[in-house]
């Protein structure tokens, strides 16, 4: 099966988000598995007027988020029925473009450059960082921010992908990482999960030096 096949069969499984969060908002970022949960998109800064790409960006809900903010936004996936769903819930949204391409395979391929770069439980956990984060740098504006999150290494949840797929690091471990790709000010949290869950979030964010 390929990579495609095999994130399309995940998609079929995966449960629509609510149509609202607790606050009555029809858009928001969520960057951890559970609703009203973590912080929002002040993690990225101001987005207004800024290039946002999402790499892994599954039916498109947080990038549609963004560019409801004045952000222009660019999600890729590798499973071509996220794009299709995408396009069915937020088609309607200006200056929101969906793409089905494995992610080190659009980075390579395009001549655009971001400002911001997010990857939510997405792609930059199941590729290589060796791999992908000379090609996100490449393509982002000095001062730019990456942002990302994934479950913390050891965590024994029901997780995606197949055994062996996540590049799942502890703190110390990504700024060493995101440090000799080009990203400083790393800043790498263990998000505690909300009472009753057992499940923490790594939340990381960096800036493209
Ligand atoms: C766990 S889902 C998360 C989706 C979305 N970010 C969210 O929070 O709902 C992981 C997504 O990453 C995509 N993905 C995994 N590996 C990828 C790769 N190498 N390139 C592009 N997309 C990838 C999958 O197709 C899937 O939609």
Known sequence: MTLAESWDRYAVG????????????????????????????????????????????GVGSNLAHLVTLGATGVGVDVAPAREEKARQEWGHV???????????????????TFDVVLSIFGAVWFV??????????????????????????????????????????????????????GFGDVNATVLAPPQGAEVATMLVRAVAS
Do not use: C
């Not at 965590?155 to 590049?167: E, I, L, N």
């Open 14 to 57: 995966s449960k629509p988000r609510r149509t609202t969060n607790a606050r009555g908002e029809t858009t928001w970022l969520n960057w951890t598995q559970y609703p009203d949960h973590g912080p929002n998109e002040r993690v990225l800064g101001p987005v207004a007027g800024r290039s946002v790409l999402e790499l892994g960006s």
């Open 128 to 181: 290589d960082p060796e791999k992908l984060l000379p090609l996100v740098r490449a393509r982002m504006a000095t001062g730019g921010i990456l942002a990302f999150s994934h479950l913390p290494p050891g965590s024994q949840a029901p997780r995606p992908g197949k055994a062996g797929m996540r590049h799942d690091h502890t703190p110390d471990e990504w700024v060493h990482i995101l440090g000799s790709h």
């Open 94 to 112: 200006a200056g929101l473009q969906f793409r089905t391409a494995e992610a080190t395979a659009f980075l390579a391929a395009t001549s655009e």
